[in-house]
């Protein structure tokens, strides 16, 4: 109990960041045709060596064909060495000058003979840059720490508060263009001392491993790998505005762990003197609150343009952007339950190809991924963390032959299997698109999932509002897993939250249901009101009626606008819509005429065992993970949804199936 009680008192600590048709017909404008789209479909399992499939598209790169890597070793073999040296020994604190003149402070440890002495270099670094105070950092490595165990095998560790955060000088603007240049000014300063060799490894969690990601784009020729856990791909629609919703719970959360860790940069005594320390807190609180966080809060509540739309303020905050800039061979370690749970397994698609990539997905929320309180490891065969580091950064910076290419290169937990699986690629290599329609039961009852659209026409209605959700898992994800240490059964399912739903269960069938990649659904949807958010849940039901969670979508009706060229489509159906979210694509709806909106869900990998069931709810909100902005709010409350089904509105869901008996036994 004491060390749950820990973890919560850290989670403030830490945290990150940072169209119709025949349903039977592919409508699409993409630059690639339905034919190339399903190449190398309806192969059998494991002999789909030439088979390609489409990725999904960014702002900048539409859909692209790539091969389905289907060879590679699907055993974890595990990798240490004994440790070089007994001790490790700060090395104080530095002050780095960037061009502009501000000084931001790193903290150095590097090996040592015994507590005081330190061993004679030079050493590779491996870099971490923190939003979250290296001080603090010291306390708990999660946000901002020494790796010990790095260290005494032989690695310099830099830590480096960035700019307008913990002890460094500046205004903090969250991934900015001058932060990220800054990022770059760091490794120049790091090759230049005696204690470096010149070549550097980035790693880091939440914010602290997106500077690891966006470092590595800046192609600086001394990086040499990059180990990036639980890092955002799109900031927008990852979490900030999920569906054209604003995120209420964990962005909050994150910024006022920014702000209350960086108010008093005590450290800035020994590197700028008494004076400058004293001056320079009402500039800290100036540019903490007043220039970033408290505009950019009202903004994303009071509906400004440029931040509830997919503007230009979000292209530089969205790392995938920049991933063909990368270089460096990168692990990606990702979670089930993470607030990015979409972007994580396609910066692994993103990469494949271009540099040596690999991709761990564990059963977590954010802050488990952290190891707050345990990340679970080993587990199945999948070593430790810091032992996966170490194989990584041996072969890459210190240039040791660890036979690293060897490992997996997919490895996720499954839910409903309960353990990891591997596979060669992800989506899963024998993955396709499967199309199932919803029936319904009546209101507030039972609906089925069914193989072929239904004959009749049907309708089921729910009210409109938007605090739906708050006694659910989502409560848990969106808060990064801090009410996970609250023993409240609401917080571990969606049971209470899906009592006002609309619900369809499918029977898993004798040989069980495997999902593993994104899914969709197309919902035929009108209202009263000239909006309506839709949240679309997707959960494993055990024959006793206990439910799990497996993933979730939200999407506000009049932003679906799709780019279809830029959209994942497998086995000639849709699986991963890309929205537009521009300001001119959004159109209201007409009272009471039905619409299609189409869904994201987020990526998740789970088993229904036969016997349990597949359970999808419809709801109009999903408060813990986003709510409209406040005047876009007043557009879709006091409303009632009606969900059509049938010939003419056929409502469907799209899963990623892959066959059973590609499970290992």
């Known amino acids: 109990m004491n060390l749950r009680l820990n973890a919560l008192a850290l989670t403030a600590c830490f945290a990150l960041t940072a169209c119709g048709g025949s349903e039977g017909e592919v409508q699409q404008t993409s630059a690639l045709s339905p034919e190339q789209q399903t190449a190398g479909q309806g192969q059998p399992p494991g002999q789909a060596h030439n088979k390609t499939r489409a990725t999904l598209g960014s702002r900048g790169t539409e859909s692209r064909l790539v091969p389905v890597e289907t060879s590679g070793n699907t055993e974890w073999q595990s990798y240490d060495r004994e440790a070089l040296y007994s001790d490790t020994v700060s090395l104080g604190n530095f002050s780095i000058t960037m061009s502009d003149g501000v000084r931001l402070l790193a903290k150095v440890v590097v090996p040592g003979v015994d507590a005081n002495t330190p061993a004679a270099g030079p050493f590779p670094v491996i870099l971490t840059q923190t ?63 005696p ?14 491993g997106i500077t690891a990601i966006l470092t590595a784009q800046q192609q600086h020729p001394a990086v040499k790998a990059a180990f990036p856990i639980v890092p955002i791909g799109d900031g927008y629609r990852d979490i900030v505005f999920t569906g054209g919703n604003v995120n209420a719970t964990f962005i909050p959360l994150w910024m006022g762990a920014v702000t209350g860790l960086g108010i008093l940069p005590l450290e800035q005594l020994s590197t700028m003197g008494v004076g400058a320390f004293v001056g320079s807190i009402p500039d800290r609180l100036e540019g903490l609150i007043l220039d970033f966080q408290v505009p950019t809060i009202l903004n994303a509540l009071l509906g400004e343009k440029e931040t509830v739309f997919d503007e230009g303020f979000w292209d530089i905050r969205s790392p995938i952007e920049g991933a063909e800039k990368i270089n460096v061979p990168t692990f990606i370690v990702g979670g089930l339950n993470d607030i990015f749970q979409r972007s994580e397994p396609l910066w692994y698609e993103r990469l494949k190809g271009q540099v040596p990539v690999k991709l761990l997905i564990g059963p977590w929320t954010h802050i488990e991924a952290a190891g707050l309180p345990s990340d679970g490891l080993p587990a199945d065969g999948v070593p430790e963390i810091n032992k996966l580091q170490l194989q990584w950064f041996d072969q890459y910076v210190m240039g040791l032959n660890t036979r690293v290419e060897n490992q997996p290169n997919v490895t996720q937990y499954v839910t409903g299997l309960e353990r990891y699986e591997t596979t060669t690629d992800w989506p899963h290599p024998d993955m396709q698109a499967e199309r199932f329609y919803l029936n319904a039961g009546g209101a507030f009852t039972q609906g089925q999932l069914v193989g072929s659209v239904p004959a009749e026409e049907t309708t089921v209605s729910t009210l409109q509002q938007p605090l739906n959700g708050l006694c659910s898992f989502s409560t848990t994800q969106w808060t990064i897993g801090a009410t996970g240490f609250i023993p409240l059964p609401c917080f571990e399912s969606n049971d209470a939250s899906e009592l006002a739903s609309l619900k369809f269960e499918m029977p898993a069938g004798e040989d069980g249901l495997y999902l593993n990649g994104p899914m969709m659904a197309d919902l035929w949807v009108s209202s009263t009101a000239r909006d309506v958010q839709l949240s679309v849940r997707i959960d494993l039901v055990a024959p006793s009626g206990v439910s799990e969670p497996i993933s979730n979508g939200l999407m506000t009706a009049s932003m679906q606008s799709i780019d279809e060229s830029r959209s994942r489509y497998d086995n000639g159906i849709m699986l991963q819509p890309w929205h537009t979210f521009r300001a001119g694509d959004r159109e209201m709806l007409t009272p009471l005429e039905p619409k299609k909106v189409s869904v994201e869900i987020f990526p998740s990998s789970a088993y229904v065992p036969p016997g349990s069931s597949l359970r999808v709810s419809v709801s109009t909100s999903n408060a813990p993970q986003g709510l409209p902005p406040l005047l876009q709010l007043l557009d879709s409350v006091l409303g009632v949804m009606t969900l059509h089904m049938g010939p003419d509105t056929p409502s469907s869901i799209t899963l990623p199936v892959v066959p059973s008996g590609t499970i290992a036994q």
């Open 131 to 193: 939003s979250y105070n290296s001080s603090v950092g010291q306390f708990v490595p999660a946000i901002g720490g020494a790796s010990e165990y790095l260290i005494k095998r032989g690695y310099a560790s830099v830590v480096v508060d960035v700019r307008g955060t913990g002890n460094s000088e500046g205004n903090w603007e969250a991934f900015g263009e001058r932060e990220q240049q800054d990022y770059g000014e760091v490794v120049d300063w790091i090759v230049e001392q």
């Open 195 to 208: 204690w470096s060799n010149g070549r550097v490894g980035l790693q880091g969690i939440s914010y602290l």
